[in-house]
């Protein structure tokens, strides 16, 4: 369902709505901007896009190109062998996506620059894996108004003990 959070996240932050997605998925980063953050289920921690950076050491503008590059197994993203989260940042770094970097794959030295060279045909096929499409035509109204955690906490509190959330 991740395009749902695309399309939805998406429109929401071209209406300049604050939104949080809470999840424990890393694809979703790609998603954050100035109007979008992750909120990780898995350590509790908050990624805006200064967050993502000092994480993933990219943008999010880049993650898709990440994943890519190291691949993700949950999501039959194959990657290129021994490439890992170090590599694909660095490379990242210096080259703008997957695009500028094959074009320049000759520049890449050693075993690893060989990987690579070997994995450039699979390389539009993860990055387009990777890709959270933004575009999904989905039935979403965003209310008129709508209303801020602050308000409802205790209501909140209480409802998620009823269905036994416990963290």
């Not at 880049?62 to 993700?72: C, E, P, R, S, T």
């Amino acid at each position: 369902m991740p395009f749902q959070y695309g399309s939805t996240a998406g429109r929401a932050s071209a209406a300049n709505r604050e939104t949080v997605i809470s999840t424990g998925d890393k694809d979703l980063a790609q998603l954050v901007d100035a109007h979008v953050t992750l909120v990780n289920t898995m350590d509790n921690t908050k990624l805006d896009r200064a967050g993502v950076q000092a994480k993933f050491g990219v943008t999010p503008e880049q993650i898709a190109d990440y994943l890519a590059l190291i691949g993700d197994p949950i999501d039959n993203i194959p990657g290129i062998e021994g490439v890992g989260p170090k590599t694909a940042a660095k490379w990242l770094q210096q080259y703008a996506d997957v695009a500028d970097l094959k074009a320049n794959a000759a520049q890449i030295m050693g075993k690893i620059g060989d990987r690579l060279r070997a994995a450039l045909d699979k390389l539009d096929l993860s990055k387009e894996l990777a890709t959270i499409h933004c575009d999904v035509p989905i039935r979403f109204e965003l209310p008129k108004r709508y209303w801020h955690v602050d308000e409802y906490a205790t209501a909140i509190d209480a409802l998620l003990d009823d269905l036994e959330f416990r963290a």
